[in-house]
């Protein structure tokens, strides 16, 4: 990701058992001058000591003094990683031969793009989520959560369809159905993507709380605190290295997931005004979200115990508000990624 998100993205932990930094030898070479003569661009976060080498799609990502980088995230470098010294990266000559090499190599890799959004529509069938009855202009309303999730996922799955013909849109239901947490996430995780493609999960849901005055929106993502296996295969016999790699590509989809959210919850407001107000975006542990391996959120589109709001959700106007307040989310998302040309890409499995 290019700009205020690169500082997120390469603050990663690689838990990489780094070497003490040598001194420089006639054969080493500054990484920045070297890899700016070869049109490489070069990332680097001081606080974690990590950094990215990027061209044309294809990443080589290193820890600072460690024994080996990863290319594309998928498999090892087996050449002395940069080091630091004096504020200053250098890297052996040998390591930026096959750098340089590896960036010539030309592949589909080149084109990332996001190729699958899943949109989840919460609740279903035998479980309505939460409900409210409200006396809405002059007649007793019961607003249903599982209803308003449908109608919001049908109306976001098909401006997608229609702003991307290229893309596969799925929904977990497209009707009044009861999916189990498992089953949802199972259908995310069991789509099958080409080596260039990412996927995102987008989860709709409508709040509720004994406090009738809470009101707004907020979108949330998997706290970075846990930990999970989103590692589709090994990279190496090595399951300290695996273990990094895992690391690796969970750090950043917890980056991604907090771009999207950051996204989305612009997009809301910028749709429905004054009418709503942003909670902000928030960490939690929730199924949905820590069980889809991938970038992923939830969505909390209001309060349907609140009468105001719940008056809101019960208005089909303004229900469009909010789903293209979801819309622009995700397209300014897919355009940044596909832009930076991605530095998420799902392991086939």
């Given at each position: 990701?290019k700009?205020k998100?690169?500082?997120l993205?390469?603050?990663i ?5 780094s ?12 990484l ?17 000591l ?24 998928s498999?090892?470098?087996?050449e002395k990683?940069?080091?630091?010294k004096d504020?200053?990266?250098f ?5 930026m031969?096959?750098a ?12 990332y793009?996001?190729?699958?959004i899943?949109?989840?529509?919460g609740?279903g ?20 959560e ?19 013909p290229?893309?596969r849109i799925i929904m ?5 159905i009861?999916l189990?947490?498992g ?10 993507l ?14 509720a ?14 706290s970075p605190g ?7 295969k090994?990279?190496s016999e ?6 990094i790699v ?14 999207i959210?950051?996204?989305i919850?612009?997009?809301i ?5 004054k ?11 929730w ?6 391996n ?8 209001g ?17 469009q ?8 989310g995700?397209q ?13 890409v799902?392991n086939e499995?």
């Amino acid at each position: 990701m290019k700009g205020k998100g690169i500082a997120l993205l390469f603050t990663i932990f690689l838990f990489l058992n780094s070497a003490s930094f040598a001194g420089t030898s006639q054969k080493d070479v500054n990484l920045l001058e070297r890899s700016a003569q070869a049109g490489i661009t070069v990332y680097w976060d001081p606080f974690s000591l990590s950094g990215v080498m990027e061209k044309n799609g294809r990443q080589i990502s290193f820890k600072a003094g460690g024994d080996f980088a990863l290319k594309n995230y998928s498999s090892i470098m087996n050449e002395k990683a940069p080091y630091l010294k004096d504020g200053v990266l250098f890297a052996g000559e040998k390591f930026m031969t096959a750098a340089i090499n590896f960036f010539k190599e030309q592949d589909s890799l080149s084109q990332y793009k996001v190729g699958v959004i899943i949109i989840d529509p919460g609740h279903g069938g035998k479980d309505n989520g939460a409900s409210a009855s409200h006396v809405i202009k002059g007649k007793t309303v019961k607003v249903v959560e599982k209803d308003v999730n449908l109608k919001i996922g049908l109306k976001l799955c098909d401006c997608l369809k229609k702003a991307y013909p290229d893309k596969r849109i799925i929904m977990t239901r497209d009707k009044d159905i009861y999916l189990s947490l498992g089953q949802r996430t199972e259908i995310a995780n069991s789509v099958k993507l080409a080596p260039n493609e990412a996927i995102v999960y987008v989860s709709i849901h409508v709040n509720a709380s004994l406090d009738k005055n809470a009101s707004g929106y907020e979108v949330w993502y998997l706290s970075p605190g846990y930990r999970r296996k989103v590692l589709n295969k090994d990279v190496s016999e090595d399951n300290d290295v695996n273990t990094i790699v895992n690391a690796i590509m969970e750090e950043e989809y917890t980056t991604e997931s907090v771009l999207i959210s950051k996204f989305i919850t612009e997009g809301i407001k910028a749709q429905v005004g004054k009418l709503s107000s942003s909670r902000g975006i928030k960490a939690e542990e929730w199924f949905v979200v820590r069980n889809a391996n991938m970038p992923s959120v939830l969505v909390e589109t209001g309060f349907l115990t609140n009468p105001t709001e719940a008056a809101l959700l019960a208005d089909e106007e303004y229900l469009q508000k909010v789903t293209f307040g979801i819309y622009n989310g995700l397209q300014a998302f897919v355009t940044h990624f596909e832009r930076s040309r991605g530095f998420t890409v799902k392991n086939e499995k």
